[in-house]
């Protein structure tokens, strides 16, 4: 009987932890559109934490308790972006076959870059002048892109690719990915056909030659 009446207390405890918690990742989540969007249309200028804390409808001690400064600001935007990639990668239903799987990623990954360009703009073109991501962001970006690294390993483990680091693949991969993605929106390249190219021939060449 005991254990039953200090189980309810617990109980009520945790759903307001739950409670308290969503609704803390919701203003985060609004402080941060609300700040990418604001560097999208008034430049990096716009990223005062007075200004942010208005059109968010908050107060800037939230924004600060938060991010600590603006620079941590930018962190937190940078890393989002790698976030909402990630969970754009972990849509693509998985495949049976490990090469399926795989040559179905880059095209998402392409279609996450191009859906996010607010972020794409902060994490890959320096959209924040002079921010310069800590080591631990670095990593954590990288972390993101994680899922390639387990195809791969897959794919390796099945025969397709050669014996090698997973993530050896994985970064080259990426970085054919990166270069095309660039040069799309530079308006250097009308559609995704180079894009497609170059990421086949980077898989390709660390195919196994049976």
Not at 109 to 117: G, I, K, V
Not at 149 to 160: F, H, P, Q, T
Not at 163 to 191: N, Y
Request: glycine share 6%; aromatic share 8%; charged share 25%.
């Amino acid at each position: 009987m005991s254990e039953h009446v200090t189980s309810a207390p617990l109980g009520l405890q945790g759903a307001y932890l739950l409670g308290e918690r969503a609704s803390h990742d919701e203003l985060r989540t609004r402080l941060l559109d609300v700040a990418v969007s604001l560097l999208a249309t008034d430049g990096p200028e716009s990223l005062a934490m007075r200004r942010i804390a208005s059109e968010a409808g908050c107060s800037t001690t939230v924004i600060y308790t938060m991010f600590g400064n603006r620079e941590g600001l930018a962190e937190a935007l940078y890393l989002e972006g790698f976030e909402r990639i990630r969970k754009h990668l972990e849509a693509v239903q998985p495949r049976h076959d490990a090469f399926e799987y795989l040559t179905a990623l880059g095209p998402a990954y392409r279609a996450a870059c191009q859906s996010e360009p607010q972020y794409y703009s902060l994490m890959f073109e320096r959209a924040i002048p002079g921010f310069e991501p800590s080591e631990r962001a670095r990593t954590l970006a990288r972390a993101a892109l994680n899922l390639f690294d387990r195809v791969i390993s897959d794919c390796i483990s099945a025969g397709y690719l050669v014996p090698t680091q997973p993530r050896k693949i994985a970064d080259a991969l990426w970085a054919a990915a990166q270069g095309a993605i660039s040069l799309e929106r530079a308006g250097h390249l009308r559609d995704g056909r180079t894009y497609d190219a170059v990421t086949t021939a980077t898989i390709c060449c660390y195919l196994r030659k049976n």
